[in-house]
């Protein structure tokens, strides 16, 4: 019997609601066998980030090797980078794979609000990163910082900016609405056939660390499994939405705490 193989190309969180943890519980959770190549080491938990060591690329590197020499990878997330030269690191080991699908999270703030990606990063990331992603998964702030222009406030402008975001190489865009302030959360799916609107009733809660992560993780791990595109990302919405539904009232930290990645194992 083979299963799923999803990869996860990110940084640890030692409290472990985002980052590869979240992810790993995503891939393990959706019935993907999760891999993983760690880009930085965080010192963090629900309240902020303490300190973030980076991984040297060349170790990056041997990550890749060790992993995609032996296992067979359907499909490949990344999240945090750090910086240029892990960019760089991890774009160069991708080129080289060729994996059947990539989604491309552009990690750069935490939900608590500290930075996890270097100004000078962001260029790599447009250039070397976003033309090898099948779908490429920014929230509001991140798609304007990629764009270097203001946060869209309304889904025409989420359109606008998935379209040119697509025209700098990505397959595909999912621009993130969560970031918003309407009674729904809408993301806006934006491709080269067309646009599709996904929409969920805004969740009142505190506890959205890992969303982003999770999501990029749900969708990673359902392509892994054969599904297409639109069937990933629809299904990977629904599922970061009943985990923020089902960890509304989680007393994880005294931040914004996680999400719950389990609520489908919980005893009924």
């Known amino acids: 019997m083979r299963r799923p193989i999803a990869l996860t190309i990110a940084g640890s969180d030692s409290s472990g609601g985002a980052g590869i943890q979240a992810d790993l519980k995503t891939f393990t959770v959706l019935g993907a066998y999760g891999a993983s ?20 690329p060349e170790f990056i590197a041997c990550q890749f090797e060790s992993v995609l020499s032996d296992l067979k990878v359907d499909a490949a997330k990344t999240g945090m980078l750090a910086d240029r030269a892990t960019v760089e690191a991890v774009a160069d080991a991708l080129a080289r794979a060729r994996l059947p699908a990539l989604v491309v999270d552009p990690v750069m703030v935490a939900t608590s609000g500290d930075v996890l990606l270097a100004p000078d990063a962001i260029e790599a990331v447009r250039r070397r990163l976003i033309p090898l992603a099948d779908v490429l998964t920014p929230n509001l702030p991140e798609a304007a910082r990629l764009l270097d222009e203001a946060v869209a406030h309304s889904e025409s402008a989420m359109e606008d900016q998935g379209r040119r975001l697509l025209a700098l190489g990505a397959r595909a865009v999912l621009i993130k609405g969560g970031h918003g302030e309407t009674a729904e959360a809408v993301d806006i799916l934006v491709t080269p056939e067309g646009t599709e609107r996904l929409a969920k009733p805004r969740i009142n809660t505190k506890n959205t660390h890992g969303t982003g992560c999770t999501l990029s993780a749900a969708i990673a791990a359902f392509l892994a499994g054969g599904a297409s595109l639109q069937v990933a990302v629809g299904k990977g919405k629904n599922f970061v939405w009943e985990a923020i539904s089902g960890g509304r009232d989680l007393e994880i930290g005294g931040g914004s705490g996680p999400v719950d ?8």
């Open 261 to 268: 990645h389990l609520y489908g194992l919980r005893p009924k």
């Open 37 to 56: 190549v760690i880009t930085a080491l965080t010192a963090q938990n629900t309240r902020g980030v303490q300190g973030v060591h980076g991984v040297p």
